[in-house]
């Protein structure tokens, strides 16, 4: 209510409203005023800015400095061929090395079977040899008492059959062909 008793008007309550946002409004730009008297301190984020710069300055200055830089994309072709053909050459050098190499080792290796093999076939013929002298000297064996007793009994060989060989050679022995090696003699 008013001073005259009467309620108040929506425009006047409107206008209060209005009056108070004003006032709120007034006093939030006044403190913001205030705070933008101190400008704000951007001697760190200058001072990595100017790290950056100058190291990226370094890298520039450096990567000016490498040939490929210095030479024109022509230059830089050939110097590219060039390179490629003294690699292939070194490939071409160190590929023949390792195939002579490796020929070295296959003819090493040939060699080693070879001689494994001759080797072998000495041990074969070593046994066939030993085993065909084997058996002779077994026949030899054998047969040299027979022969003994044949030739001392007069008579030849063929007349003996080997069934009485032993027996042949029990008389030769009782009748004293051997009389010298028997101790009652």
Do not use: C
């Not at 093999?117 to 066939?128: C, F, M």
């Amino acid at each position: 209510m008013n001073d005259a008793g009467q309620a108040p008007s929506d425009a006047t309550a409107a206008f209060n409203e209005l009056r108070q946002e004003v006032k709120l409004l007034r006093k939030a730009v006044a403190a913001w005023v205030d705070e933008q008297h101190e400008p704000p301190d951007y001697t760190e984020t200058l001072g990595k800015i100017a790290e950056d710069l100058s190291r990226t300055g370094r890298k520039v200055a450096w990567m000016a400095q490498r040939p490929a830089l210095a030479l024109s994309p022509s230059d830089l072709a050939q110097a590219i061929k060039v390179a490629g053909e003294d690699a292939r050459t070194a490939d071409r050098r160190l590929m023949l090395e390792s195939l002579g190499g490796l020929q070295t080792t296959t003819e090493e290796l040939s060699g080693l079977t070879l001689r494994a093999r001759s080797t072998e076939l000495q041990r074969r013929r070593l046994l066939q040899v030993g085993s065909i002298m084997g058996a002779l000297g077994l026949m030899f064996g054998l047969l040299a008492p027979l022969a003994a007793h044949a030739v001392h009994a007069g008579r030849p060989m063929h007349e003996h059959h080997m069934g009485s060989a032993s027996a042949a050679y029990e008389r030769g022995f009782a009748a004293g062909a051997m009389a010298g090696l028997r101790p009652d003699a």
